[in-house]
């Protein structure tokens, strides 16, 4: 059987009174001639004239922009041009050169209609994003119908509508990325912020589905031996917190599939991956490690983790990094290597002040993956010449940009005395960029001034320690005053007169404390 409509439909849209300043006011249900009436009508012209113009002016000159392919880095550059001029992330940037390239090409019937104020510009950017998963045959015939419409009279309703079944008329002719082009793994963090992230692997049903029964499979035969450990008393597999051995009780097949599922060996054949492409950082403020504070820590720099959850981390931790802040303004205190090479601390410190790449409006984070580079460029040749190996010097940047700024694309330039970076893009654009700091020590220091108001002059943890109203459960104590051991335990290492830090091999393990007996009664 063909195709009934090898092409989409034309209905007439059209609305069954004309809009006029009259029937404006009508419509808005206000009495005419009052101030009311004035308001609505200044609304409708403002939107229909200024703003309509100011829209159609920008994305002309951000389609101006838009380089389809990425040759000698234009693409990119002209993106963190965009982020600047707009003043807008660079992920938001991106799409609206997407977008504003979009409307000129595959639009411009409707664009016209933008411009001489008959669409409204939020009705154009729902236009916009109903047609992204078009192809641009199909979205110069949406463009054709829309602009065909009565668009200066009909109401909101009537064009989403209309606009919709226009849309799914091309249903499943319109493109899509196949299954395969699809692949793709995400990390989402909850959004409750209750601790926990999430793990998305996309890809071809049957893959997926493959990989589930495999992952299955594995988990109940994990499942069956630990049954068997349980009855012949042989060391118990998967048993990762001891829990099957206490309880006497197999593990469910949920957390068989998830420890099977994070436990598993990457195989990359043989490409050899690197080390501390596994890093994890964890930074906890000290006073949260000892338990004197709620203060929330942080993961790779971005993502906020609990407290109580950071201190598990850091007690498991196999190294620890000190990291030194100025308690009031959260500035980092310079680390004392100033040699060529930067210091493991500097690094360390480094990390801290740009978990996201230090290009304006680029949000990659680049605590694992990223690369370290010299603001002022370092002199091989003339070491005195060139810009040092300083905190005040360094930066964290994407490859990518790192790569645009070995080629000169991109140009920062630091005020040693404000911090502040002046970045250059593309030879014009300037944009500048203020020192990061310690935002976690800046709200401790709040916590801290406001204790010092309230206990006139009593120490500063006391303080905190007597503000602390929290309802402990016994677990939670428990947990706390083993951090604090372990807090006191590290401090008393660091703060040690003979504490070297280019030898230093960890704080040793904490002594267990005393075991009570239980009494004989
Ligand atoms: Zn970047």
Redesign the pocket.
Known sequence: MGELHAEPPRPPVSARTPLTPQSLVERAEVAPHTPEAETVLRLFRRRSREHAALYTAEMRDLASLWSEEDEGNEKALNALAAAAGLRAK?PRAEDRLRDAHLAVTDLPACFACVESGILPVEWFEWLIRSVLRLAPAQRRQVDERVAAWQLDSIDVERFYRELRHLVEWFGRAAVQESPEEQRSVFIQPSPDGDGTACLMIRGPIPEITGFGHRLDAAARAVQDAQRDALTTGAPIPFDLDGDVAREGRKMSLAALRYAIAVRAMLETGPVEVPEPAFRLSVVVPVLTLLGLSHAPATLDGTIPIPARMARRLAAKAPAFERVLTDPVTGDYLPSASLTYRPSAAMAENLRLIDP????PG?T?N?MTVGEMDHVEEFDHEHPERGGPTEIANLHR??R???RMKTAGLIDPDRDPDTGITRWRIAGTLEREVARNTDLITRELSEKLEHAWEQYHGDLEIEALTTQRIFDESPAEIADREESYRWGMHLLEYYSDPEYDEGDDPGPPPLAPLPQHAPPPF
């Open positions: 660079l996201v790449c230090a290009v680029c990659r680049v940047l994407c990518i940009h790192h």
